[in-house]
C-alpha cells in the first residue's frame, strides 16, 4: 500500500547526451530486443519440444531464459522511447510495478545460478547418483523455490520504498524505477532505508555468489584428482559456460548494486541498461545453450523439417 503521496507519476530521465544519435540508438536497442526474445524463445521451445532434453540442466536453463525474456519485457518498456524521446512518463503504481518485478526476477536469476552450479557440482563430484538425486520432479521444485524466494524477497524492498512519502520532485534519474532513485525522491530521512536496501541486495548477492564459489572450488578439487587429462578437460567442459557466465554477472551486479549511491549519471544508466537488459540476456542462451552439441542438434532437425515442409509444398503448389 502506498502512503502520503502528492504525486501521480514519475518522468524517468536516463540519457541525457545522446539527442543527436538517439534514432540510431533506438534502431540497435530494438534489434537487440529483437535478437534476445527469439534467441531465448527458441531455447524455451526447444527445452519444451525435444524429448532428449527433460533432464535438469536443461530445466534450469529453460528457468533462466524465462527469467530473461521477463527482465527484458521489464526494462524495455521505459528504455526504448527514453532512447527515442529523451525522456518517458511513468505512473506511480506503474513504476513500482517496475521495480518489484525488475527485482524479483533479478533475485530469481541469483539463485538460478546458484542452482545450476550444484546441478554441475552433483554432475561431477556425484556422478554415480546423480540421476537419483537430480530427478526431474526435485528440479522443478529447486525452480519454484528460486521464484517464490526471488518474489518473496523484493516483497520486502518492495514495501520497505513504497511506504515513504513522495511529494517532489518526481525525475527519475535512471533508465528504469529502481530502488536506489526512488528512495531518492522521498520526502523523508532515508538513512534507515537505504541501509535495509543495502542489506536486501546485499544478501541476496552474497548468499548466492558465496555459494557457487564454494561449488566450484569443490568441483575444481574432484577434477584435479581424475586420472588423464582427457577426464579433466571433459569434467570442466560441462561447467565452463556456466562458470563464465557466473563470473560475467557477478562481476558486474556487485559493482553496481552493492554500492550505496543517491545519484546517477548518464553513463551509470548506459552501464547498468547494458548489463540488465542487453547484456545477460544476449549471452545466457549463447554461452550457456547454443554451444551444446544436443541443442545444437535440436535446432538443425527443426530447420531441416522447416525446409523439408517447405519444399514440398512448393512442389505441391506447383
Same mark, same amino acid.
Given at each position: 500500500?502506498?502512503?502520503?503521496?502528492?504525486?501521480?507519476?514519475?518522468?524517468?530521465?536516463?540519457?541525457?547526451?545522446?539527442?543527436?544519435?538517439?534514432?540510431?540508438?533506438?534502431?540497435?536497442?530494438?534489434?537487440?530486443?529483437?535478437?534476445?526474445?527469439?534467441?531465448?524463445?527458441?531455447?524455451?521451445?526447444? &527445452?519444451?519440444?525435444?524429448?532428449?532434453?527433460?533432464?535438469?540442466?536443461?530445466?534450469?536453463?529453460?528457468?533462466?531464459?524465462?527469467?530473461?525474456?521477463?527482465?527484458?519485457? !521489464?526494462?524495455?518498456?521505459? $528504455?526504448?522511447?527514453?532512447?527515442?524521446?529523451?525522456?518517458?512518463?511513468?505512473?506511480?503504481?506503474?513504476?513500482?510495478?517496475?521495480?518489484?518485478?525488475?527485482?524479483? $526476477?533479478?533475485?530469481?536469476?541469483?539463485?538460478?545460478?546458484?542452482?545450476?552450479?550444484?546441478?554441475?557440482?552433483?554432475?561431477?563430484?556425484?556422478?554415480?547418483?546423480?540421476?537419483?538425486?537430480? !530427478?526431474?520432479?526435485?528440479?522443478?521444485?529447486?525452480?519454484?523455490?528460486?521464484?517464490?524466494?526471488?518474489?518473496?524477497?523484493?516483497?520486502?524492498?518492495?514495501?520497505?520504498?513504497?511506504?515513504?512519502?513522495?511529494?517532489?520532485?518526481?525525475?527519475?534519474?535512471? &533508465?528504469?524505477?529502481?530502488?536506489?532513485?526512488?528512495?531518492?525522491?522521498?520526502?523523508?530521512?532515508?538513512?534507515?532505508?537505504?541501509?535495509?536496501?543495502?542489506?536486501?541486495?546485499?544478501?541476496?548477492? !552474497?548468499?548466492?555468489?558465496?555459494?557457487?564459489?564454494?561449488?566450484?572450488?569443490?568441483?575444481?578439487?574432484?577434477?584435479?584428482?581424475?586420472?588423464?587429462?582427457?577426464?579433466?578437460?571433459?569434467?570442466?567442459? !560441462?561447467?565452463?559456460?556456466?562458470?563464465?557466465?557466473?563470473?560475467?554477472?557477478?562481476?558486474?551486479?556487485?559493482?553496481?548494486?552493492?554500492?550505496?549511491?543517491?545519484?546517477?549519471?548518464?553513463?551509470?544508466?548506459?552501464?547498468?541498461?547494458?548489463?540488465?537488459?542487453?547484456?545477460?540476456?544476449?549471452?545466457?542462451?549463447?554461452?550457456?545453450?547454443?554451444?551444446?552439441?544436443?541443442?545444437?542438434?535440436?535446432?538443425?532437425?527443426?530447420?531441416?523439417?522447416?525446409?523439408?515442409?517447405?519444399?514440398?509444398?512448393?512442389?505441391?503448389?506447383?
Amino acid at each position: 500500500m502506498l502512503y502520503n503521496q502528492s504525486i501521480s507519476e514519475f518522468i524517468i530521465v536516463g540519457f541525457t547526451n545522446i539527442n543527436h544519435f538517439g534514432n540510431l540508438i533506438f534502431t540497435f536497442l530494438l534489434l537487440l530486443f529483437l535478437l534476445i526474445v527469439v534467441n531465448n524463445i527458441i531455447m524455451i521451445f526447444a &527445452v519444451i519440444f525435444d524429448l532428449k532434453l527433460h533432464r535438469p540442466k536443461y530445466y534450469f536453463i529453460f528457468a533462466l531464459s524465462v527469467t530473461e525474456v521477463g527482465i527484458v519485457f !521489464t526494462v524495455y518498456p521505459t $528504455l526504448l522511447p527514453l532512447v527515442l524521446k529523451g525522456n518517458v512518463t511513468i505512473s506511480f503504481h506503474g513504476c513500482f510495478a517496475q521495480m518489484y518485478t525488475f527485482h524479483s $526476477l533479478l533475485i530469481t536469476e541469483n539463485f538460478l545460478l546458484s542452482l545450476m552450479a550444484l546441478d554441475r557440482y552433483i554432475a561431477i563430484c556425484k556422478a554415480l547418483r546423480y540421476h537419483m538425486i537430480m !530427478t526431474l520432479g526435485f528440479c522443478k521444485v529447486l525452480i519454484l523455490f528460486c521464484y517464490i524466494i526471488g518474489f518473496t524477497l523484493s516483497l520486502s524492498l518492495l514495501i520497505i520504498v513504497s511506504r515513504l512519502p513522495f511529494c517532489g520532485p518526481n525525475t527519475i534519474q535512471h &533508465v528504469f524505477c529502481d530502488s536506489s532513485p526512488l528512495l531518492s525522491l522521498a520526502c523523508a530521512n532515508n538513512d534507515i532505508n537505504i541501509i535495509l536496501e543495502f542489506i536486501i541486495s546485499s544478501f541476496t548477492i !552474497t548468499l548466492s555468489s558465496l555459494s557457487i564459489v564454494v561449488t566450484y572450488i569443490n568441483i575444481m578439487r574432484s577434477i584435479l584428482k581424475l586420472k588423464t587429462s582427457e577426464e579433466r578437460k571433459k569434467a570442466f567442459s !560441462t561447467c565452463a559456460s556456466h562458470l563464465f557466465m557466473a563470473i560475467m554477472f557477478y562481476g558486474s551486479i556487485t559493482f553496481m548494486y552493492i554500492e550505496l549511491q543517491t545519484s546517477y549519471s548518464s553513463d551509470y544508466d548506459l552501464a547498468t541498461a547494458i548489463h540488465h537488459s542487453v547484456l545477460m540476456p544476449l549471452m545466457s542462451p549463447l554461452i550457456c545453450s547454443f554451444r551444446n552439441r544436443e541443442i545444437a542438434n535440436f535446432l538443425k532437425k527443426s530447420f531441416y523439417k522447416k525446409r523439408t515442409y517447405l519444399r514440398n509444398l512448393s512442389d505441391f503448389s506447383t
